[in-house]
């Protein structure tokens, strides 16, 4: 069986960018909250 | 600094799996390489697992004790779940296309791991449409156990049903037949994913607790 390699760079590319999408979205939100006084309202 | 601590240990251990899977792990005798994916596919799935498990876990909790931190753990883990699933169903479909000739077929495996993707993606949109905290809670800890059910199906699907998709492997009542190597390298991605995603629980709770501080 041929090695089909661009499918398992295809598949661990695309978990990469999901992982890191979300974590850099978590990241974005956490500054974004730390930064704001908890007295006023969201 | 916990988090952050344990954020590194994650990297690491990412760094670890993928160098296993490239690196340690033997290139597979009859799929050749593109068997590699499933140093993904597989560690994906059980990571999922837990994460709806620690939804669930949530989500009683919630219901037992009235703790909004239990009804933030349920938010925590389902977000990363739904992450972990679509892992699971986009690289198994990259797996099945050169090995099974079809990006997708309705076998009893990739639609109930469809339908527990849908049920989780739900979760979350039933949690973004009620403002009211308490209800909210309330009625994303029945949806969150009531979810859980749809593991089992997924897990014995291929025992239950006439299924494409292969039997367990691991997890499974007989000893694994797979190769140490083989073994070894799933752990290793196993623990790593695992690790990943104790850190984005841990983090998604940490930034729910200022969401609810700043929502009052």
Known sequence: MPDNWSYVFAAYGLAAVGLLAYWRHLRGRAKSLAGRDPRSRA | ?216
């Open chain 2, 1 to 216: 600094m916990a988090v952050r601590a344990l954020g590194w240990l994650a990297a690491l251990a990412l760094a670890a799996g993928v160098a296993t899977a490239f690196g340690y792990a033997p290139r597979e005798a009859v799929q050749g390489n593109v068997q590699r994916i499933m140093y993904l596919h597989v560690p994906a799935v059980l990571t999922a697992y837990l994460a709806f498990g620690l939804v669930f876990l949530g989500s009683v909790g919630y219901l037992l004790t009235r703790r909004p931190g239990w009804d933030r753990l349920a938010l925590a883990a389902a977000e990363p779940g739904v992450i972990f699933t679509g892992i699971t169903i986009a690289s198994g479909s990259i797996w099945g296309k050169p090995t099974w000739g079809t990006w997708w077929t309705w076998d009893a495996r990739l639609t109930s791991t469809a339908v527990l993707f849908l049920v989780y993606v739900g979760y979350l949109l039933l949690r973004g449409m009620i403002d009211e905290p308490d209800r909210r809670a309330r009625v994303a800890a029945v949806v969150g156990i009531l979810g859980t059910a749809n593991i089992p199906i997924v897990h014995f699907s291929v025992k239950w049903w006439r299924a494409l998709h292969q039997p367990a492997t691991i997890l499974g009542p007989e000893p694994s037949p797979i190769a140490a190597p083989i073994a070894v390298t799933l752990l290793v991605n196993w623990l790593a994913f695992t690790l990943l995603l104790l850190y984005l629980v841990a983090k998604r709770t940490e930034i729910a607790r200022l969401e609810d501080l700043h929502a009052g």
